[in-house]
Nanobody, 126 residues
Framework: QVQLVESGGGLVQAGGSLRLSCAAS????????MGWFRQAPGKEREFVAR????????YYADSVKGRFTISRDDAKNTVALEMISLKPEDTGVYYC???????????????????WGQGTQVTVSS
């Protein structure tokens, strides 16, 4: 089982930027698709961005497309989420996750992810 730890969250004004990092330990995640999800108060956890194993393909929720960038550094066993032009509706707890199965297409479904971090809070003020 891989352990995931997110960092980089905080309070930022609308229009600002943040960079979230996810550090994996316990095993390498290079052969697993990785994703970022978020959950706002009173709402279900939703897909934000995902990246395939090898980092060849990336996908984004329509609400963040053009503003967020997901990347991975397999040498460091880390995944990052660069966020710019933040909006108040981006507020929530952001979770890093590793897919359950190796060498599979990346997915935006929470059920396809077997390992989750504890989350990092992002608050965007208006």
């Amino acid at each position: 089982q891989v352990q995931l730890v997110e960092s980089g969250g905080g309070l930022v004004q609308a229009g600002g930027s943040l960079r979230l990092s996810c550090a994996a330990s316990g095993r390498t995640v290079s052969s697993y698709g990785m994703g970022w999800f978020r959950q706002a108060p009173g709402k279900e956890r939703e897909f934000v961005a995902r990246i395939s194993w090898r980092g060849i393909s990336t996908y984004y929720a329509d609400s963040v497309k053009g503003r967020f960038t997901i990347s991975r550094d397999d040498a460091k066993n880390t995944v990052a989420l660069e966020m710019i032009s933040l909006k108040p509706e981006d507020t929530g707890v952001y979770y890093c996750a590793a897919q359950r199965d190796r060498y599979t297409a990346s997915s935006g479904n929470t059920g396809d992810y077997g390992s989750w971090g504890q989350g990092t809070q992002v608050t965007v003020s208006s």
